[in-house]
């Protein structure tokens, strides 16, 4: 299966951002999703789990959800910050187990 | 602490092998699954298996199967990563991830290992 996000965002400052990742090949509500933030040089770190779950750590501007119609999961930042520009990449899996990232999504904040 | 620390900067020519470690502490070695990702310059993450340390049972993605192999050695809590036939598509950052299996979460990261494959 494949997941695919649009390849660049941008937004300005405290305003918010929705970022997308449409799976084909399956259902998205077939496993959980994961979203990550990388910033350039470092490893990725996980921003959402279990499709809208936030780790520790993690301000609550972030959030995750799932919609069946479009097959979709989404990645929404609020009150954006320059410090939230990185790429952003979702995962999700199935029962090989095979688990996929989509391309990732480079938010800038301008 | 949780750490994954992996094994440093590699060069390799084209057909050669590469085996990168990846040494792991602060946790119970053999309880979660290591899993190995990787990133060519400017692109994204690509998921290349994982391996259960509790068994040494691997799954590989489609694209890496006959030419990586995954393995561990639980005297050191230490997982490794073979990619053997190397080509320049090879370049790149390789990740090894601790997967909290309950969570669905990755939740510690080692922190890379650069290899270049040129002649």
């Known amino acids: 299966f494949l997941l695919t996000q649009p390849h660049s965002v941008s937004e300005s400052p405290g305003k918010t951002v929705t970022i997308s990742c449409t799976r084909s090949g399956g259902r998205i509500t077939r496993a959980y999703v994961q979203w990550f933030q990388q910033r350039p040089g470092t490893s990725p770190i996980t921003v959402i789990y279990h499709d809208n779950q936030r780790p520790s750590g993690v301000p609550d501007r972030f959030s995750g959800s799932i919609d069946g119609t479009s097959n979709s999961a989404y990645l929404t930042i609020s009150g954006l910050k320059t410090e939230d520009e990185a790429d952003y990449y979702c995962?999700?899996?199935?029962?090989?187990?095979?688990?996929?990232f989509g391309g990732g999504t480079t938010l800038t904040v301008l | 602490q949780v750490q994954l620390v992996q094994s440093g900067a590699e060069v390799r020519q084209p057909g050669a092998s590469v085996k990168v470690s990846c040494k792991t502490s602060?946790?119970?070695?053999?309880?979660?699954?290591i899993h190995w990702v990787r990133q060519a310059p400017g692109q994204g993450l690509e998921w290349m298996g994982r391996?259960?340390?509790?068994?040494?049972?691997?799954n590989y993605a489609q694209q890496f199967q006959g030419r990586v192999t995954l393995t561990r050695d639980t005297s050191i809590n230490t997982a490794f990563m073979e990619l053997n036939t190397l080509t320049s598509d090879d370049t790149a950052v390789y990740f090894c991830?601790?997967?909290?299996?309950?969570?669905?979460?990755?939740?510690?990261w080692g922190q890379g290992t650069v290899v270049t494959v040129s002649s």
């Open positions: 602060g946790f119970t070695f053999t309880a979660f699954y």
């Open positions: 991830a601790r997967l909290n299996d309950t969570l669905a979460l990755f939740d510690s």
């Open positions: 391996i259960d340390p509790n068994s040494g049972a691997p």
């Open positions: 995962q999700s899996h199935d029962s090989s187990p095979h688990w996929v």
